[in-house]
């Protein structure tokens, strides 16, 4: 496959960050950074590894003699310590549907679920890594990388779509570090206790996250006409119309339906939900999502 | 097995009442739903609940119901195997005798007689009846007709087909006698008579068909009518035609054309038979010059060996001239010195009188002297250089030549004249004695009649007796002759008149002087048991050819009597000067209707259409049918998609058209947009490619090396295209261009006008006519009607020469040819020349292949030439783009000094 062939790793991540380059750098609102040793920018008002100064404090002895702030302890009598503020990275991880249901698109000119959930991760995870912030694919087995360097690496992750005919579209119970952030890319058509069900997983941990639903034109407004045998693509059954049209109200019902327990299984663990659909253009998810993570400067650390 | 309906018949008719089965078809489609359409669609689960909701009795719509119970019927009804035209089949069960007249006269409608043969045997075929193929001319080995093997109809075919009508008459005795032992129950016989009656055989011949069983005669159409033509009669101006034809109760009009040998026909005219008449004549007037070219004579649209008479010499008239001493009394009735020989002469030639000037100055083979003893030295040159030549000279003797004799003499005469009986003469009149064996008379009889009684005497010699043709009984020579060179020439020792015999009263002159004019030209008539080799004869259809190898030669004596046979088919015999004509039409006399027999089905031969079996085309047509609805089927289950499906038939379409789509014309807006270079396309792809490889490479080093901008160049077509978007034209002439049609002249005029430039390139300079012979005269044709300005050689101060670089000179792939360009005292067009010609091949020497190298040599070569080659193209682009632009920088320093001022 050449380099400038669309499915390549390479050239997802650039068209991810040629989506992302619109945007600034992403600094994740993180009142709790996840549990790890990692250095980051979120400063964590505490003593440890970091750039900035945080206070001087009285050599104890045990202290290494090197630690002693000389020009500060030749002010006064005492020796003083500098200590730095412990500056911590938020650790983001991402996750978007790989399974058969989002390799779906009812027009030949719209992109694919699955292509769409990947352009808004790979572009997620380029605003993070330019803000500074670890990230990771959820469910890759990958740890969180940081600098910009490694979109190119969560690009290739995220091109490792495993089986193409995975049929479950709800995220995996992972080990995840207390505090973390997540972001579930996928449509979420599956049953609403399951989806309460993997949240809840996650929400326990305790991690917070944000839904995105991703679906088709076609999903949202069920356009066809006539007599129609609907396949599932994850051996869900068929359903033999006599006449779509006539059905439409009530299918759109359901959709609304289903997005309201989704809403509301998101409200309950104190996560966001946004539906977006294949044929508005990325940059609002996008927008949406960065919104979603960014530090909210009326009101911090906004639920939902 | 086989039952008629109508005109159509079906092989298998039981089959028809599967029909009755479509309704029961037409109610199982109707209670099975069609198919719904497949959809894969990821939110199913929310629809899982909605499905019973709704369910619309789904049928299958109606038209897709007609169509599906068409296709059946139609398979139902091609599989009962149903044959259009189905002919009415003779009677019986048994094998069917195939009898095909195959003689000359089958030969006019021989394609009506295969077909109703070829339909006879696909009936015998679809009713698996054996057949047996008579055939009653003698076949072309000469063997008298026999009765093929009884063989199933489809083996029979082949034997069928190679069937040719024979020219020669058939046989029906011996066919008669070929049927002798025959017999086989349940027989049908079908006899495809031609029509004529042929012998006494014929009724014995009918009666033993029609013995054999049912018996079907298929005859020519009541209309049709045959034609033979019989052997054409010499006339002084004209040559007739005599046709013989079978009586019609219509008036019909006959065409025969006049041929020459090698086919070209030079008159035509035409016979009208009243009805019921059997003969008729058409006369072809024509300059003995034109005339004795002829070869046959034929009837138009006939195709039989009948229908073609073959002339020889006997048709042939010669031109003669007569010159007789006694001018003035020469046509006196009786007595005049011409006056007998006119009358032998010319029923069988072409008289002419005259000087001897005036006669040698056309084509003439005999001339006659009577009596001159006038000629001038310079006639006795001519008239010698042209007996040498073919010519023959016949003098007749009289009291003047007596008196003087000349040169032109096959012998030395004694001074006066010798008396035979008379008043004072004890001798009587001499009689003639037979001719020598030698003698050109040889073979005619000598009538006891003639009487000389005065001749002029030949000195003795010694090969007298050599020269001697004709002799009176006592010896004396009477005829002398001489073949001088091709010609001859030879003196009767008497009189043309009755003055000194009464030789010309009696029929003898006639044929001594036929015998004589035969002479002419190398005609020397075989005669006696010579053997004629047979030369070309005529096939069944009236066509001259090779003859085959079982014809033989004929005897001089016995061609007249010579029936056409397979040992001799009408056509030319003998050798290449004394050729004979054996032609059918010799030897019938009057053309007989045949008696149609007793009892038979009489059916006309050619009405009926041929029979066709429908069968394939039912099936096909159900085939495309199904076809159809399957794809129907598939649209209608989401399948096939009419967007796509469309698509891809517009693509298989214009699969089918792409050598239109390549010639179509070049998008105007894609011309308009950008700069760019064009060149003419020849057609012919390696030129085509080579132009565009240099206008690419030219292209390339003008962006490079300059500020010009150019964009891919074009090919273009003159009068197709429009040329105004382009300021440089490259045309490489090439030997095979054609000339430019009207609208192509106007395009490129138009485009000369307007301050195009077209560099015409004739590729050859350097190399003479070597590398592209004919572009020179290709050139011209090419510009013919384009309005060239006069032409010079390039000055060397011309703006060509420092447009942007200085150059000297113009190579391309060759060097050291004269470019012109319009001559400098022009300023239409603001001095720039609309033409630039040449010969270096340019494009070659610009040309840059995909890899970016220059894939043709420069001769004599070396990198200079090739940089030199592009800065002319960088000139010539600049000079298309600018004009005398350039030209003006001449006065640059005179500017710059008057500045300095």
Redesign the interface.
């Known amino acids: 496959m050449s380099e400038g062939a669309p499915g390549h790793p390479a050239a997802a991540a650039r068209r991810a960050e040629q989506l992302a380059a619109r945007l600034p750098p992403l600094l994740v609102a993180a009142e709790r950074v996840a549990a790890t040793v990692a250095q980051g920018v979120h400063g964590r008002r505490r003593v440890g590894q970091g750039d900035s100064f945080w206070q001087f404090r009285q050599f104890l002895a045990g202290d290494p003699v090197q630690r002693i702030d000389w020009r500060q302890s030749a002010k006064g009598d005492r020796t003083f310590v500098r200590e730095t503020e412990w500056e911590a990275a938020q650790s983001v991880w991402l996750w978007r549907d790989a399974s058969a249901?989002?390799r779906?698109r009812s027009d030949r000119r719209l992109p694919e679920?699955a292509e769409r959930a990947e352009l808004l991760t790979l572009a997620l995870a380029s605003l993070l890594l330019r803000g500074g912030e670890r990230v990771a694919l959820l469910g890759a087995g990958m740890r969180p990388v940081s600098g910009r360097s490694m979109i190119e690496l969560f690009a290739e992750a995220v091109a490792r779509r495993g089986d193409p005919g995975a049929l479950s579209g709800l995220p995996p119970a992972a080990n995840l570090p207390r505090y973390g952030r997540v972001v579930l890319i996928g449509?979420f058509?599956?049953?609403l206790p399951d989806v309460q069900q993997a949240v809840a997983r996650l929400a326990q941990i305790p991690v917070t996250g944000h839904l995105l639903q991703v679906l088709?034109p076609?999903?949202a407004a069920l356009p066809?006409r006539?007599?129609?045998?609907?396949?599932?693509?994850?051996r869900?059954?068929?359903?033999?119309?006599?006449?779509v049209e006539?059905?439409r109200g009530?299918?759109q019902a359901?959709?609304a339906a289903?997005q309201d327990g989704l809403r509301a299984i998101a409200a309950a663990a104190g996560w966001s939900f946004a539906v977006h659909i294949t044929d508005h253009p990325p940059e609002t998810a996008l927008m949406g999502l960065y919104l979603a993570l960014a530090p909210d400067r009326a009101g911090r650390g906004r639920a939902a | 097995m086989i039952e008629a309906l109508g005109t159509i018949g079906f092989a298998h008719p039981w089959l028809l009442a599967t029909l009755l089965l479509l309704p029961l078809l037409i109610w199982l489609l109707r209670v099975t739903p069609p198919a719904p359409k497949l959809l894969a669609f990821p939110a199913v689960r929310l629809l899982l609940d909605l499905q019973r909701r709704e369910e619309s009795s789904a049928r299958t719509p109606w038209w897709l119901l007609a169509l599906r119970i068409l296709a059946a019927a139609l398979v139902i009804v091609g599989l009962a195997r149903p044959v259009l035209n189905a002919g009415q089949a003779p009677g019986g069960s048994g094998p069917l005798l195939l009898v095909v007249d195959d003689g000359w006269a089958a030969g006019p409608d021989w394609g009506a007689r295969l077909a109703a043969a070829e339909a006879a045997l696909a009936e015998a075929e679809r009713a698996g009846r054996p057949v047996a193929l008579l055939t009653t001319a003698p076949s072309a080995r000469g063997e008298a007709p026999r009765l093929s093997p009884v063989m199933p109809a489809p083996e029979m075919r082949e034997r069928v087909a190679a069937l040719r009508p024979l020219p020669w008459p058939p046989d029906r005795a011996a066919a008669t006698e070929a049927l002798a032992p025959w017999s086989a129950s349940g027989a049908a016989v079908l006899w495809l008579a031609d029509g004529l009656a042929h012998g006494e055989a014929d009724a014995a011949f009918a009666a033993r068909l029609a013995s054999l069983g049912p018996l079907t005669v298929a005859v020519p159409p009541a209309g049709a009518q045959h034609h033979v033509l019989l052997a054409p009669r010499s006339e002084p101006a004209r040559i007739v035609a005599r046709i013989a034809a079978t009586p019609v109760p219509a008036t019909t009009t006959i065409g025969v054309l006049a041929r020459t040998a090698d086919g070209r026909t030079l008159a035509r005219a035409e016979a009208t038979l009243p009805p019921g008449t059997t003969e008729a004549e058409a006369a072809i007037a024509l300059p003995p010059e034109l005339r004795n070219r002829l070869a046959a004579l034929a009837i138009e649209n006939a195709t039989s060996a009948g229908a073609v008479a073959l002339l020889d010499e006997r048709w042939r008239r010669r031109p003669v001239g007569l010159i007789a001493g006694a001018a003035e009394t020469a046509d006196q009735p009786l007595l005049g010195a011409l006056y007998y020989l006119d009358r032998a002469l010319a029923p069988f030639t072409e008289l002419r009188r005259g000087a001897v000037r005036d006669l040698l100055a056309r084509e003439i083979a005999v001339i006659v002297l009577a009596d001159v003893d006038t000629l001038t030295p310079v006639e006795i040159d001519a008239l010698t250089r042209w007996v040498g030549e073919g010519g023959v000279l016949v003098r007749f003797a009289g009291p003047r030549l007596a008196a003087r004799p000349d040169p032109l003499l096959p012998v030395r005469l004694r001074g006066g004249d010798r008396q035979l009986g008379g008043a004072l003469s004890w001798q009587q009149p001499a009689r003639l004695a037979p001719f020598p064996q030698d003698s050109p008379f040889a073979g005619l009889d000598v009538p006891n009649d003639v009487r000389v009684t005065r001749q002029v005497l030949a000195e003795p010699a010694l090969d007298l007796v050599r020269r001697t043709w004709a002799t009176l009984t006592d010896g004396t020579p009477l005829v002398t002759g001489e073949t001088r060179g091709r010609g001859a020439i030879a003196l009767f020792h008497v009189t043309a008149n009755t003055e000194w015999s009464n030789l010309p009263l009696s029929g003898l002159f006639v044929a001594m002087l036929q015998r004589l004019v035969q002479l002419s030209a190398g005609v020397g008539a075989a005669t006696g048991d010579a053997v004629l080799a047979p030369f070309e004869t005529l096939d069944g259809f009236g066509r001259l050819g090779a003859p085959s190898a079982f014809t033989t030669g004929i005897a001089a004596s016995a061609i007249e009597r010579t029936v056409p046979s397979p040992r001799h088919p009408p056509g030319f015999y003998g050798p290449d000067a004394a050729r004979r004509a054996l032609n059918l039409g010799a030897t019938i006399e009057r053309l007989t209707p045949l008696a149609l027999p007793e009892g038979a089905a009489v059916r006309p031969l050619g009405v009926e259409a041929a029979a066709r079996d429908l069968r394939p085309w039912l099936l096909g047509a159900a085939l495309a049918l199904l076809t159809l609805d399957l794809l129907l089927a598939l649209w209608l289950r989401g399948l096939v998609r009419p967007a796509p499906a469309a698509r891809a038939a517009a693509v298989v379409v214009g699969l089918a058209f792409v050598p239109a789509a390549a010639s179509a014309q070049l998008d105007p807006m894609q011309a308009a947009l950008e700069t760019r270079l064009a060149f003419v396309v020849t057609g012919i792809p390696q030129v085509d490619s080579v132009s565009r490889a240099g206008l690419v490479g030219l292209t390339d080093f003008v962006n490079r090396r300059t500020a010009t901008n150019l964009a891919e160049p074009m090919g273009v077509r003159p009068g197709v295209d429009d040329l105004s978007f382009f300021p440089l034209l490259y045309w490489p002439v090439t030997p095979d261009q054609g000339a430019l049609d009207e609208r192509g002249v106007e395009a490129l005029n138009a485009f000369m006008a307007e301050g195009g430039i077209v560099l015409f390139d004739t590729r050859d300079a350097g190399s003479g006519q070597g590398m592209a012979a004919g572009a020179e005269a290709a050139l011209r044709r090419v510009t013919r009607g384009l309005s060239i300005p006069p032409l010079a050689p390039v000055p060397a101060d011309h703006v060509l020469t420092r447009a942007f670089y200085l150059l000297t000179d113009f190579p391309g792939r060759w060097i050291g040819g004269q470019v012109w360009v319009q001559r400098d005292q022009d300023r239409a067009n603001d001095s720039v020349s609309p033409v630039i010609i040449g010969g270096h091949d340019w494009a070659a020497a610009w040309a840059v292949d995909e890899t970016g190298r220059n894939p043709y040599a420069a001769v004599p070569g070396g990198a200079r030439q090739r940089l030199l080659a592009y800065r002319f193209g960088v000139n010539l682009v600049m000079y298309a783009l600018t004009g005398n632009y350039k030209g003006d920088q001449v006065h640059v320093p005179i500017i710059l000094e008057r500045l300095g001022q």
């Open positions: 249901g989002m779906w679920k449509d058509l599956s049953p088709d076609a999903e066809f006539g007599r129609i045998r609907f396949e599932g693509l994850r869900e059954g068929a359903a033999l119309i006599g006449k006539g059905i009530d299918y359901k959709l289903q």
